[in-house]
C-alpha cells in the first residue's frame, strides 16, 4: 500500500546550525507534499509544502527539495532557533479529498 | 475566517457514555477529515467527508459514528467507548477542486483531547 518513510526519528541541533529531515514516497501518482510543525499539546501546523511541478520551493529559513525520480522529498531549516524545537511530520497524497499520508515524525530539539 | 474550531477542547468520559465532538470552518471547504492521534505518533485518518457525503471509512469501530450536518460542520459522535479510544482527535478541512490539477491542501483544527476511564 502507500506509504511514506520519514527519517530521522529524532534529530538534535545547536542553535544556528542546520536540520535536514528526509522523507521517500511509496507512490508514483502523489502529487502534494506538505510538511506540518507539530508543538506539544498543540494542531499540526502547515509549514510549507511543494506541488510535483516544483523541484524547490523556499520561505525564509525553511525549504523543501523534491526528486521525483527517487521519490525523496526533503525539509530544511537553516539558522536553527530554539522556537523550531518540535515534532515534524512529511506527507504525501494524490487529488483532492483524499488521503495524506502522513511519515513517522521526526522530533527536532534545537539546544541553545 | 481562515480556522478550523473544535469543541470542547478536552473530553473527559466513562466506558458508559454518550458524546459528541464537534468541528466547524468557514472556509468554504467542501472536504472535512477526522483524524486520531496518539502521542507523538502522526494523525491516523478516520473519516473524510466530501461534499457531505462520506467518501472514506478507514474500517473505524462503530462506537464512532460521523455527520456531517451541511458544508460547515462535522459531528464525530462517541459511543461506548474503551480506554484505548483515548487520544487527541483532530479536525481537519480542504478545499475540493475537481480539476486535474487539485492538491490536498488540510487545515487542522486544534483537537480534542478525549480521555475515557
Known amino acids: 500500500g502507500e506509504n511514506v518513510e520519514q527519517h530521522p526519528s529524532t534529530l538534535s541541533v545547536q542553535e544556528g546550525d542546520s536540520a535536514v529531515i528526509k522523507c521517500t514516497y511509496s507512490?508514483?501518482?502523489?502529487?502534494?507534499f506538505p510538511w506540518y510543525k507539530q508543538e506539544l499539546g498543540k494542531r499540526p501546523q502547515l509549514i510549507i509544502d511543494?506541488?510535483?511541478?516544483?523541484g524547490e520551493k523556499k520561505d525564509q529559513r525553511i525549504a523543501v527539495t523534491l526528486n521525483k525520480t527517487a521519490k525523496h522529498f526533503s525539509l530544511h531549516i537553516t539558522e536553527t532557533q530554539p522556537e523550531d524545537s518540535a515534532v515534524y511530520f512529511c506527507?504525501?497524497?494524490?487529488?483532492?479529498?483524499?488521503?495524506?499520508?502522513f511519515g513517522q515524525g521526526t522530533t527536532l530539539q534545537v539546544k541553545p | 475566517d481562515t480556522e478550523v474550531t473544535q469543541t470542547p477542547k478536552h473530553l473527559v468520559m466513562g466506558m458508559t457514555n454518550k458524546k459528541s465532538l464537534k468541528c466547524e470552518q468557514h472556509?468554504?471547504?467542501?472536504?472535512m477529515y477526522w483524524y486520531k492521534q496518539k502521542a507523538k505518533k502522526p494523525p491516523e485518518l478516520m473519516f473524510v467527508?466530501?461534499?457531505?457525503?462520506?467518501?472514506i471509512n478507514e474500517s473505524v469501530p462503530s462506537r464512532f459514528s460521523p455527520e456531517c450536518p451541511n458544508s460547515s460542520l462535522l459531528n464525530l459522535h462517541l459511543h461506548a467507548l474503551q480506554p484505548e479510544d483515548s487520544a487527541l482527535y483532530l479536525c481537519a478541512s480542504s478545499q475540493v477542486d475537481l480539476g486535474m490539477s487539485s492538491y490536498n491542501e488540510q487545515f487542522f483544527g486544534p483537537g480534542t483531547r478525549l480521555t475515557v476511564l
Open positions: 467527508y466530501s461534499y457531505e457525503k462520506l467518501s
Open positions: 511543494i506541488r510535483s511541478n516544483v
Open positions: 472556509m468554504g471547504h467542501r472536504a
Open positions: 507512490d508514483s501518482a502523489s502529487n502534494y
Open positions: 506527507a504525501a497524497s494524490k487529488g483532492w479529498a483524499g488521503k495524506l499520508i
